[in-house]
């Protein structure tokens, strides 16, 4: 009788799978098991130890890896997106996910021969799928093995909404941004000081009739400069780089020229001039420098960019290879570079990030926490990163 018993309880879970118990018989099943055995869920591995970036490999893809806040601070000043931002304060701790096309990066930048010309990499994707991430990994990378970080978290900013534009003391065809470019100085300084008292003028700048860098003293007094004399800002960002990229070849530091939204250096603005003609990219002092740093006429480094539609203006919002949001002038001027294509999550790393959720809980509605939940946040947010943390932020 009892053998009976047990064979048909056997083959009723069998059935379970393909066809539906009687619910009453089902659920009184489930009760008998739970009393039982308590229901264990296996937790799943989605973190690493492994906190420097060199160390990385395809073991670690999928898995978190924790950046000390305090290394935040100091590598990211003005770097980080925004949700990532309140993301780092909601959990008190900054955790990046290992995946393929940084991954990819970090792989051909420790196999180059920097004696050559700087190789150009150009990120690219859809809408959210973690562009601005990778290449925030790569920094990390670079900065741990002791490079020098030339870091533009935020191009597309230089191109739209700016406040004030002044007139170039140095080119009368150009138009300053003061403010876009202290900004940057300060920013600068904090993620590269050890370096600014390292690198010396190579020659004479004049800032005014009475203000001056002579040449041999050390770089951090161009920084102060364009710190202190607000009007100086943009001279003293094209000084900084230019003294940078002439220096690099000489393989006293490794320079990393990274770019969000690169796109955004070619193109058009919304920004207007007081006659309310419109100012084209290559009018303005800061983007003029920096179409010089993402050449490849230098040594010494290597150049990262990433495209975004935020920085696209008028383009369609379904853009996103390379030649729509760089147009042709873009692509010309960037050619040849490397594209590093960005996904959406696989499942791989949709789990890591849905574990992460769950630990930290972030998700607290009770169905998020079943398969039924699990399957239709994937569903809803198409393992889309930014539209999951938009999905789970009210949950």
């Not at 930048?109 to 690219?124: C, D, E, M, Q, T």
């Not at 900065?143 to 739209?160: E, N, Y």
Request: glycine share 6%; charged share 25%.
């Amino acid at each position: 009788m009892l053998r009976s018993l047990r064979g048909l309880v056997c083959r009723s879970l069998k059935l379970d799978h393909g066809c539906a118990l009687h619910t009453a018989a089902r659920d009184g099943l489930s009760s008998v098991s739970t009393q039982d055995v308590p229901a264990v869920r296996p937790r799943v591995i989605f973190h690493t130890s492994e906190s420097d970036p060199a160390k990385h490999t395809e073991q670690h893809e999928g898995r978190l890896y924790n950046i000390p806040l305090e290394e935040v601070k100091a590598v990211f000043p003005h770097g980080l997106p925004y949700r990532f931002q309140q993301q780092i304060q909601t959990f008190n701790e900054a955790r990046v996910m290992v995946r393929r096309p940084a991954l990819e990066i970090l792989a051909y930048l420790k196999g180059s021969n920097f004696a050559h010309p700087a190789v150009r990499y150009v990120i690219y994707g859809e809408r959210g799928t973690g562009k601005t991430m990778t290449l925030c990994h790569v920094v990390h990378y670079c900065s741990r093995q002791g490079w020098l970080v030339l870091h533009i978290p935020d191009a597309h900013l230089w191109v739209k909404n700016c406040k004030e534009l002044l007139q170039s003391s140095y080119n009368k065809d150009r138009l300053d941004q003061p403010l876009q470019a202290s900004v940057w100085l300060r920013n600068f300084k904090t993620s590269n000081e050890r370096f600014l008292q390292e690198i010396k003028t190579q020659k004479k700048y004049m800032w005014g009739k009475r203000e001056s860098t002579e040449e041999g003293r050390p770089l951090g007094e161009v920084v102060e400069q364009g710190l202190a004399r607000v009007r100086s800002a943009s001279d003293a960002v094209g000084v900084v780089l230019r003294e940078i990229k002439q220096q690099s070849h000489r393989g006293s530091f490794r320079l990393l020229v990274a770019v969000d939204g690169v796109n955004a250096l070619w193109g058009r603005t919304t920004l207007r001039k007081e006659d309310k003609s419109p100012v084209s990219p290559e009018e303005l002092t800061l983007v003029h420098n920096l179409r010089k740093m993402v050449r490849n006429d230098w040594s010494g480094g290597a150049v990262v960019t990433s495209l975004s539609q935020t920085g696209s203006l008028f383009k369609r919002s379904s853009a996103y290879t390379p030649h729509e949001l760089l147009g042709k002038e873009g692509f010309d001027a960037l050619d040849p570079f490397v594209p590093i294509p960005v996904a959406n999550y696989s499942p791989r790393e949709f789990e890591s990030c849905y574990g992460y959720y769950l630990e930290r809980k972030w998700l607290q509605h009770e169905k998020a926490h079943t398969e039924d939940g699990k399957a239709e946040l994937r569903f809803l947010s198409g393992s889309n990163p930014r539209q999951l943390d938009r999905l789970a932020g009210p949950l």
